[in-house]
């Protein structure tokens, strides 16, 4: 079975470009959870989905962030400009309904540098 | 709110010695306890958790994490470390019912020959 598909693994960009992240959660999962993690500040939730609509954008640092999910098997997370302090891997995660509330299928991650 | 702490960010254990992993939690109500892992380069995993019911709980890898109410605590242990459990643990807490999670500084385990 597949997993949460992130792309790309890997971007490399100069501040000010637009970065733009994706996410295939696995297919029949109703929440979507976007986290950042980095050495200073360890894992912070970002947003969270459920049934594609925003619950919670609470951690989402500022306006120069923004998330979406247009369909339950997509989601977009876009760093527009980027900044340096933006580098970070960023995870895309989800879970099922009819699951345990906080056991979460975590994607590869996404390793975003910005110079 | 719901919060985590692990101790020691960097544990190293001997190869076939215990591995011991603490983790206390603050919850104002009825916790879920989790612990993922993370290997070099990829995603968590879930490796083990507490909802309800029997407080031992056994996960993979010969893990287990024992949740201690009075302590307010979910120590992961395993017996004897192999080389392949060097990773990342992270310890994590929910409210109940609720798929909010909040997650520990993580402890990087190194393996000893």
Redesign the interface.
């Known amino acids: 079975d597949a997993g ?1 598909i992130q792309s790309p693994r890997h971007e490399v960009t100069e501040m000010g470009q637009e970065v733009t992240l994706r996410c295939k959660p696995i297919s029949g999962h109703n ?1 979507l ?1 976007w986290y950042r993690q980095t050495m200073m500040r ?2 912070e ?1 970002l947003i ?1 989905f ?1 049934n594609n609509v925003p619950i ?1 954008d609470s951690g989402m640092p500022e306006d120069r962030f923004s998330a979406k999910m247009p369909n339950a098997s997509f989601s977009t997370l876009k760093i527009q400009p980027s900044e340096p302090r933006d580098s970070a891997v960023y ?1 895309c ?1 989800s ?1 099922a309904s009819g699951g ?10 996404s390793r975003l540098t910005v110079l | 709110a719901q919060s985590v702490t692990q101790l020691g960010s960097h544990v190293s254990v001997s190869e076939g010695a215990l591995v011991l992993l603490r983790c206390n939690y603050s919850s104002s109500v009825p916790p ?1 306890l ?1 612990w993922y892992v993370q290997y070099p ?6 490796l083990l ?1 507490y ?1 309800t019911g029997a407080t031992l709980v056994k996960g993979i890898n010969g893990f287990e994490a024992e949740f201690k109410k009075s302590e307010t605590s979910f120590h992961l242990t395993k017996p004897s470390a192999h080389m392949s459990d060097a990773a990342e643990y ?1 310890c ?1 807490v ?1 409210a ?6 909040a ?4 402890n990087q385990v190194v393996v000893i020959p």
Do not use: H, I, M
């Not at chain 1, 345990?100 to 991650?109: A, D, I, K």
């Not at chain 2, 109940?96 to 999670?101: A, C, K, S, W």
């Open positions: 949460v929440s959870f360890g894992l939730l969270y459920n919670d995870f995660a879970s345990t509330p906080g056991e979460l299928f975590f994607g590869e991650g | 879920y989790f380069n990829q995603g968590l995993q879930l958790k909802t992270f994590a929910s109940y019912g609720n798929n909010r999670l997650f520990g500084k993580g």
